[in-house]
């Protein structure tokens, strides 16, 4: 019996892998694009950025093909796909995403690094978005940051912070509960006075992922799960975000059925993506 060659990698259509070094922290990133088949519109294609893009990457380059295939349906127009992960073949680097998608805690803890977004949304800012346009015709009113758990709170750490980086922050499942909520503290009263100051969100989370997983705990991973609310947290924040008229008719929130905290993600990003690809909503100036 002959035994098949086991024959080539296998490669992603339309996509491409970049190494990139930030210039101020000399932290490595493995940055994958996808970029759409179709000739970009006058002010460039709509990006999406994408954390965890060892993993997240060909789920959302997936997507945004068949956005691409139905577009004479939808009306949509296309996003290029912008992975940001780590080198390695690890789906997760547990390590650098720590570092990375924690802002800087009141009370550094010791171990493991944390407090690195600032230095992070700076990469994104001053090293990778340049590197894209000097490469690509990308619409730079047209961004959106999709991330999952650490990712999540990366995502609103940004929207908190820096409400003009993106047009959309799409936060799935964020661990809010990160140092005794310290994220709710950045909530700002209100947004800049400007339409194009005023970014869309979608905050979603798993229905499931406050429920106690089956088999046997100790009571400290039980008191564990109990100090990390997801559901609830989740919920509350987009509540408070909607009581405030200037982000009222900007924040979608998702309870996804069925769906844990491990899973969560992918519903998450299809979901992100068509509410980021969507027009914008027309929002009477609030007055000062």
Same mark, same amino acid.
């Given at each position: ?175 809010? !509960? !990160? ?85 969560? !993600? ?23």
């Amino acid at each position: 019996m002959v035994t098949p060659a086991l024959g080539s990698p296998v490669l992603l259509p339309q996509a491409r892998a970049i190494e990139l070094r930030a210039q101020a922290s000399g932290h490595r990133y493995r940055i994958l694009v996808s970029v759409p088949g179709t000739p970009a519109p006058p002010s460039g294609h709509p990006v999406l950025y994408v954390l965890d893009g060892n993993a997240g990457f060909p789920v959302a380059a997936f997507v945004a093909r068949t956005v691409e295939r139905r577009q004479e349906r939808t009306g949509q127009t296309p996003p290029m796909v912008v992975g940001i992960g780590y080198p390695g073949d690890q789906d997760f680097d547990d390590a650098a995403r720590r570092r990375d998608y924690t802002p800087h805690p009141t009370r550094p803890p010791a171990g493991a690094p944390e407090g690195g977004a600032e230095a992070f949304l700076d990469f994104i800012e001053h090293d990778l978005k340049p590197m894209l346009r000097q490469h690509f015709p990308v619409d730079g009113h047209r961004q959106a940051l999709f991330g999952h758990s650490f990712g999540g709170l990366l995502v609103l750490h940004a929207l908190f912070t820096r409400p003009t980086q993106f047009s959309a922050f799409l936060a799935s499942s964020p661990s809010i !509960w !990160w140092h005794d909520n310290a994220l709710l503290k950045r909530v700002p009263a209100s947004v800049p006075n400007c339409d194009a100051c005023r970014p869309r969100v979608q905050i979603s989370v798993g229905e499931l992922e406050d429920r106690i997983p089956p088999g046997q705990h100790s009571a400290q991973t039980l008191a564990l799960l109990a100090s990390r609310p997801m559901v609830l947290s989740a919920r509350q924040l987009a509540a408070d975000l909607r009581s405030r008229a200037d982000w009222r008719e900007r924040v979608r929130y998702l309870e996804l059925a069925g769906e844990d905290h491990g899973f969560a !993600w992918m519903p998450a990003l299809v979901r992100g993506m068509d509410f980021f690809l969507q027009p914008s909503p027309v929002i009477g100036r609030s007055q000062p």
